[in-house]
Structure formats: structure tokens, C-alpha cells
């Protein structure tokens, strides 16, 4: 069974301190990692796809990363405005049909 | 809008009546998924739909839950005799193309959040 971990559940910042957040899987092959940003009461906002280790995207002050074993999203100078839930997903080969499981997301809180 | 649309975005309803949710996807998007977010469950697949057909009906969690999709297009799940664990929000997302052999990213709506009383 796929299985998707974040850590830490919850972080919070001072307004310019970077940090990272983890997103460990297990899955019999990888198809992708996704990463979402959602925001209270709305839906999560799709921000990256990783298809393969060694991979980076970047937007803006988030960059992620992806190896074998777990993917990175990293927050360089963050502002309040990056305060939300962060989720990561993967789907796999053995995933019928391109679902996503899903991680229980990163409660992230930056201070002003 | 350019964005999955979901209605209503609240619903609150007496235990064991029948509630419709309602999807309306990002033109062109042929695959449609529905999920369910609840507090300490995380987000949980439902089911999937290519076109019309359903292949992939493996999350519906009981035979309460139905889904059907038209045309293409709009996407509605039924949940009858609803009971107090159904609350929860409903998200709907959709995607350029599913399959077996999909990676594409999927774009959710903002969910319908259902109270069962």
C-alpha cells in the first residue's frame, strides 16, 4: 500500500527565517510527486510536479526537491503570506487510474 | 471562471436524508476525481471518472455513495441516508487526461462542506 508522511505536522517562522518541510513515501514505483498549497476553506492550489530523483522546481521562494525515498519543500525568506497547509501526494503505477494519496500535510505559520 | 466549480459550497442536512453534490470541471479536462477531507483523515479518494465511465470506484465507502458524470462534463455525488460520520468536505478535482499512464496535475475545487445534523 502507497504511503505518504509529512513532518512536522506543524512550523512555525519568523517572517525571513528559511526552513524546510519532509515528505517521506513508500510506493512500489513513482509516477509523480505533487505538491499542493491550501488555504482555510478553499481547495488545495497545485504548485509542483516531480517525476523523478534529482529533480528541483521552483516558484518563487519555494523550491522542492525529490529523492528515492522522500521530497523537500524548501521555503527561503518566508512571508506571512506563505502561511497555509502544505500537502505532497504521489501516484504511483499501482495506483489505478492516476489517484493521489495524499500525505496529512504541514500546518505552516509565519510571524510577522 | 477557468477553475473547477463546486455547489453548494455548505450544506447542512438532518440525518438520513439525501444530499447531491455538484461538479462542474475545467473545460477540456477529461478526467474527473472526487475526494473527501476530514479532520485527522487527511484526503481520501473517492472515485474517478474518464469521459462518462467510472473505472475506478475503490473509495466510495459505502453503497450509500454514488456518482455519475454527463456529457463529458459535470460530475454529481450522491450520498442517501446520510449518517453523522459523512460530514466532511467534498472536494472535486479534474485533470487534462487520466489512464494508467497519467502524471498530470490535478485542480481541485473549493469543496462542498457537509454538516449532517
Known amino acids: 500500500e502507497d504511503q505518504v508522511t509529512q513532518s512536522p505536522e506543524a512550523l512555525r517562522l519568523q517572517e525571513g527565517e528559511s526552513s524546510s518541510l519532509n515528505c517521506s513515501y513508500t510506493v512500489s514505483g513513482l509516477r509523480g510527486l505533487f505538491w499542493y498549497r491550501q488555504d482555510p476553506g478553499k481547495g488545495p492550489e497545485f504548485l509542483f510536479t516531480?517525476?523523478?530523483a534529482g529533480e528541483e522546481k521552483e516558484k518563487e521562494r519555494l523550491k522542492a526537491t525529490l529523492t528515492k525515498k522522500e521530497s523537500f519543500l524548501h521555503i527561503t525568506a518566508p512571508k506571512p503570506e506563505d502561511s497555509a497547509t502544505y500537502l505532497c501526494a504521489v501516484q504511483a503505477p499501482g495506483t489505478s487510474y492516476g489517484k493521489l494519496t495524499f500525505g496529512q500535510g504541514t500546518i505552516l505559520t509565519v510571524h510577522p | 471562471g477557468a477553475g473547477v466549480s463546486q455547489s453548494p459550497s455548505n450544506k447542512v442536512t438532518e440525518k438520513g436524508k439525501d444530499v447531491e453534490l455538484r461538479c462542474d470541471p475545467i473545460?477540456?479536462?477529461?478526467?474527473l476525481y472526487w475526494y473527501r477531507q476530514s479532520l485527522g483523515q487527511g484526503l481520501e479518494f473517492l472515485i474517478y471518472?474518464?469521459?462518462?465511465?467510472?473505472?475506478?470506484k475503490s473509495g466510495l465507502p459505502s453503497d450509500r455513495f454514488s456518482a455519475e458524470r454527463t456529457g463529458g462534463s459535470v460530475s454529481t455525488l450522491t450520498i442517501q441516508r446520510t449518517q453523522q460520520e459523512d460530514s466532511a468536505v467534498y472536494l472535486c478535482?479534474?485533470?487534462?487526461?487520466?489512464?494508467?499512464?497519467?502524471?498530470?496535475?490535478?485542480?481541485f475545487g473549493d469543496g462542498t462542506r457537509l454538516s449532517i445534523l
Open positions: 478535482a479534474s485533470s487534462r487526461n487520466g489512464g494508467r499512464g497519467s502524471n498530470q496535475p490535478q485542480h
Open positions: 516531480l517525476y523523478s
Open positions: 471518472f474518464q469521459g462518462n465511465s467510472a473505472p475506478d
Open positions: 473545460s477540456g479536462h477529461t478526467a
